[in-house]
Structures are given as structure tokens and as C-alpha cells.
């Protein structure tokens, strides 16, 4: 197996496990923060003041992992020397927004800006469009990636919506939609469509399979 | 409650039968397993199918039997409560649901609530786990055919199966919990004692034992736990040696696995809402399904990049800190206390 040289969505992917162990750490630390401070066993007011507590810890890992998914985005439709400047002008949007509005309608913008650009990655998608920018190949497996991340978006929409009961339970059903199927395409991509394509000669899949991010 | 007790009984004494033989199957597994395990020639290479067929029909015929017995309960055990207190009870219930997002139904006369219990609570979870990994271990050496990697699958097969027959046997003592909840129901003697001990059982068999994400969220883990202790051995497997095609195999379970962790995870979140509120952040089973999931992800986002320079290792690394996460993260139901305690 050659070794490949180091890519923008490797960096990116790099930065985002780092995230998600920093993430797990903080999960590990809850349990057990949970346990020793006997918390099922708080007054509510106190079992309250708990979560608030590690809510403010976990934010910014949140806001880093909403960043870099802002980031990851557009990586699909533009050219890296643009994606850099893409990434400056949404953290400066976002810091604009953040200034005057607060934290919170930053993230919202972010994930807006996400929502709308990952609409049109799914598009181009559907349609097999050429000016897709995916390391691999192969119609399913950009179309699973595509909703994967798409589901990711409105997971994170989601749990900011989480006390508005009829926007949140149809904002999750769509997540769950999304994300089940965008792991079936990338995951069985090869299957797929060979069942599809069967009788029309070899698949069009034509690199290894993968996660496709 | 007699009328189940004949049942019990048979159940009791079949299950009995099952385990040993279970467990035969399971000594001459794990014997065959260590075997090739420690040599570098193949020993009676033709015994290893069938013994990984007797063992997984054997687990299907267990499986097979704990579904009967709970058509059994569901058939012969229900909340039946004299016709003078519904028109009372039902005023109660329609009082409680009164401003609650999700309500109690109410009693019905002509259909009293009846138990639709799922496979897989108490020790009966531990007996679908394994089923899985032994279909899965099927699969796996059909693929594979090294002596050692086929040791590897029989004898961690023989390990689950004495957890079972020594620590989580569900043949035994069926269903300790459950039963010593509704035991008194069927032992009340007046209707005022029955119509509280109704108001006891009825919300948990509604919110618990007959919720419909009961029959998603917890089987779609199972099975992901049976995948991603196949990635263990794989990715064991890669530290020893630079193998391809166990690589695929592992990868292909993992694929498998995260797709099952995801989707049981997603339908655990409005089960969560429906039955404990929004308030369950935090919640230290929880905490470490979000870490196994990130670990898995993590392991999968590394394997596309498995082809650079250590990269192969460090994966390999990941699919087996996944594993122990997943331990982890089951064994945190006994350890720490929270709503999905098994204490």
C-alpha cells in the first residue's frame, strides 16, 4: 500500500477526533463526578446546578466541534486555497454575530450557514454533479457522506431546538433518517450498487470503500 | 400466578438441559480454540464448524425457548382488576395525564394490560449478546480460514458461554426482578391493596417493559457489541501480523457494528424523553455511550488512513480501546448509579 500525502480532510479529521476524545474525557469525568458526588441523590436544585456546571464545560468543545463541522462543509464544493478563506470569513462572521448577539446566535449562524451549504452538497449529490469535491469515488458513497454529515447538522440543530417538543421530535426523526441511510449508502456503497447495476455490466464504485468524510 | 407455574417449571427444566449441553459445547470449544491458538500447525482443523453450528443452534434454541416462555407471561399474567374500581382508576389516570407530554392509557375492562416482555432483560440481555457474536463468529470464519484467527473466535465464544452458564444463567431463576414485582399483585388479597400495587407496576410496564423502543434500542446495542468484540479480535490480530483480508473482515464488522451503535443510540433518545423527561443529560450511562461512540468513530475516520506509516497500528490501537470502551460502558450500568442502573 502506498502512503498518501497528508490532505486538507486529514488534517480536518485529525482536529475533529481530537475533539471527540477531548469530549470523551469530559464524559469519563461526569460519570464518575456523578458517582462520587452521589448526584441521583441531590435535591433537584443541586442535581440542576450539576448539569449547568459541566454544560459550561463541555461548551466549548461543542462550539469547536460546530466550528470544524462549519469548516468541513464547504470542503465538498470549493477549492482548498478557498476553503481557507472560507473558514476565516464564517469565524469572523461568527465573531461578528457572537459580539452582538451572543455565543449562542453564533452557533446558530454557523450551523445555518452549514445547513444550507450541505443542502446544496446533497443536491449535487442526488444529481451526480462534477463539481463535487470527494477524495473518493463512487454515486452511493457520496451520497451516504453527504447525508451522514447532513444528519450530523440536524442532530446539533436538534438539541438546539431540544424545548420546542414538535420542532425537536421532527427535526430528530429527520436526523435518524438521514444518518441510518447515509451509513447504508457509504458503508454498503459497493453492494448497492452492484444490485442496482446488475446486468449493465461492472459498478461504477470504483475505489475501496470507506467512511467517506 | 399458578397457572405460570407449570410453565416455569418446564421452562426451568429445558433451559437446564440447554446450559449443559451449552456448556459441552462450549469446554470442547475453548479447548480447540487454546489448541490452535498456541500452535503453528492446525489441529483437527475440521472440528471447528461444527462445533461454532452446535454451540450458535444451541444459543438459537435457548433464544427460541425464553420467547415462548414470554408469550407464556404475556398469555397468562394479566392486570386484571375488579370491574368496581376502573371507573375510579380511570379518573385517576385521566387526572395524572392531564398536562403530561406522554400519558398512561387508560383501563380498559374488556382487555386489562398485559405484559409484552422483550427478550432481553435481567440475565436474558447477556444470552442475546452472545447469540450475536456467535452468528457473527459464524460468518467470520466461513471468511477466514487460519487456524489461529478460528482459535481466537471458539475460544472467546467458550468464555462468553461460561459467563453465562456460571454468572448470568436466565434458566435458573427466570426473570428474579420481574417477578418479585408482580408477585404480590397476584398475592393481594383486597381491591384497595391491588389498586396501589397497580399504580406501581402500570406506568414501569408501559414506560419499560412494554415500550416499543424496548424491541429497538437495546437488541440494535447487543448486536453492536457482538461486532465490535469481532473488531477486538481482528484488530488484535493486526498488531501480530499485517493481514489485508482480516483487516477487511474487521473493517467490515466495524461498518456493521457502527451502523447498529448509532441507530440503537438515536432511538434511545425519545424512549429518554418519553419516559424519564428532558432531564437525563448527564446521566453517567450516558456519558460513556457517547465516548464509545466517539472512539468508534474515531477508529473508523483512522481505518481510512491505515495506509500511512503507523497508521496501521494505531487503528488497530483504536479497535481495541473500542472494545474495552464498550466493556466500559455496559459494565457502567452496575457501577455507577443513574437511570440505567442495573444495581
Given at each position: 500500500m502506498r502512503p498518501r500525502a497528508a490532505s486538507y480532510d486529514y488534517y480536518l479529521i485529525l482536529a475533529t477526533v481530537m475533539v471527540l476524545f477531548a469530549i470523551s474525557a469530559l464524559c469519563v469525568y461526569a460519570m464518575f463526578a456523578f458517582k462520587l458526588a452521589q448526584v441521583q441523590s441531590l435535591a433537584p436544585a443541586a442535581k440542576l446546578a450539576h448539569m449547568e456546571r459541566l454544560n459550561h464545560i463541555a461548551a466549548p468543545l461543542i462550539i469547536a466541534l460546530i466550528t470544524l463541522l462549519g469548516i468541513c462543509i464547504p470542503k465538498r464544493l470549493l477549492p482548498t486555497n478557498w476553503l481557507n478563506r472560507f473558514a476565516v470569513l464564517l469565524l469572523a462572521s461568527a465573531g461578528t454575530v457572537a459580539a452582538i448577539y451572543g455565543v449562542k446566535a453564533a452557533l446558530l449562524v454557523i450551523l445555518a450557514a452549514s445547513l444550507i451549504l450541505q443542502l446544496a452538497v446533497l443536491v449535487l449529490a442526488v444529481t451526480a454533479s462534477g463539481l463535487l469535491r470527494f477524495e473518493r469515488s463512487g454515486y452511493w458513497l457520496r451520497l451516504g457522506s453527504t447525508l451522514m454529515h447532513l444528519g450530523l447538522i440536524l442532530f446539533v440543530l436538534d438539541l438546539f431546538f431540544f424545548r420546542q417538543r414538535l420542532l425537536h421530535l421532527a427535526l430528530f426523526w429527520t436526523t435518524t433518517v438521514a444518518t441510518t441511510s447515509g451509513m447504508v449508502f457509504c458503508f454498503y456503497a459497493h453492494p448497492l450498487a452492484r444490485m442496482l447495476q446488475r446486468g449493465k455490466g461492472s459498478g461504477e464504485e470504483a475505489a475501496p470503500p470507506g467512511v467517506g468524510s | 400466578m399458578e397457572t405460570l407455574s407449570h410453565h416455569l417449571a418446564f421452562f426451568t427444566a429445558a433451559g437446564r438441559i440447554l446450559m449443559g449441553l451449552l456448556l459441552a459445547a462450549a469446554c470442547a470449544s475453548g479447548l480447540w480454540g487454546l489448541a490452535n491458538l498456541c500452535c503453528r500447525a492446525p489441529r483437527l482443523p475440521k472440528l471447528s464448524a461444527p462445533l461454532l453450528r452446535t454451540a450458535t443452534t444451541l444459543l438459537v434454541a435457548g433464544f427460541l425457548l425464553i420467547a415462548w416462555f414470554h408469550f407464556e407471561i404475556h398469555q397468562l399474567l394479566p392486570l386484571a382488576l375488579p370491574g368496581e374500581l376502573v371507573p375510579w382508576l380511570n379518573r385517576q389516570l385521566t387526572a395524572m395525564n392531564q398536562g403530561a407530554a406522554y400519558g398512561l392509557p387508560l383501563y380498559d375492562p374488556a382487555a386489562p394490560p398485559r405484559y409484552v416482555l422483550p427478550l432481553w432483560i435481567e440475565n436474558e440481555k447477556y444470552f442475546f449478546w452472545f447469540l450475536c457474536y456467535a452468528g457473527m463468529a459464524l460468518v467470520a470464519h466461513r471468511r477466514l480460514t487460519h487456524h489461529r484467527f478460528r482459535g481466537a473466535l471458539l475460544l472467546l465464544l467458550a468464555v462468553q458461554v461460561a459467563i453465562l452458564f456460571f454468572?448470568?444463567?436466565?434458566?435458573?431463576?427466570?426473570?428474579p426482578r420481574f417477578f418479585a414485582e408482580v408477585r404480590p399483585w397476584f398475592a393481594a388479597a383486597d381491591p384497595g391493596q391491588q389498586f396501589g400495587l397497580f399504580m406501581r407496576l402500570y406506568p414501569k410496564m408501559t414506560?419499560?417493559?412494554?415500550?416499543?423502543?424496548m424491541w429497538f434500542h437495546p437488541p440494535l446495542l447487543f448486536l453492536s457489541y457482538g461486532a465490535i468484540t469481532l473488531v477486538f479480535i481482528t484488530s488484535c490480530w493486526m498488531l501480530a501480523r499485517r493481514d489485508p483480508a482480516v483487516e477487511a473482515l474487521g473493517y467490515d464488522f466495524a461498518k456493521f457494528g457502527f451502523l447498529m451503535l448509532t441507530l440503537g443510540m438515536l432511538l434511545g433518545y425519545p424512549w429518554a424523553l418519553q419516559a424519564w423527561g428532558p432531564n437525563w443529560w448527564w446521566d453517567p450511562k450516558i456519558c460513556s455511550s457517547i465516548m464509545l461512540w466517539a472512539v468508534f468513530s474515531t477508529y473508523l475516520h483512522t481505518r481510512l488512513y491505515a495506509?500511512?506509516?503507523h497508521m496501521w497500528y494505531f487503528s488497530s490501537l483504536l479497535g481495541i480501546l473500542s472494545f474495552v470502551a464498550m466493556l466500559f460502558t455496559f459494565l457502567a450500568s452496575f457501577y455507577f448509579p443513574g437511570e440505567h442502573t442495573f444495581q
Open positions: - | 454468572a448470568a444463567n436466565p434458566f435458573v431463576e427466570p426473570l414506560f419499560y417493559y412494554n415500550a416499543h423502543y495506509n500511512k506509516p
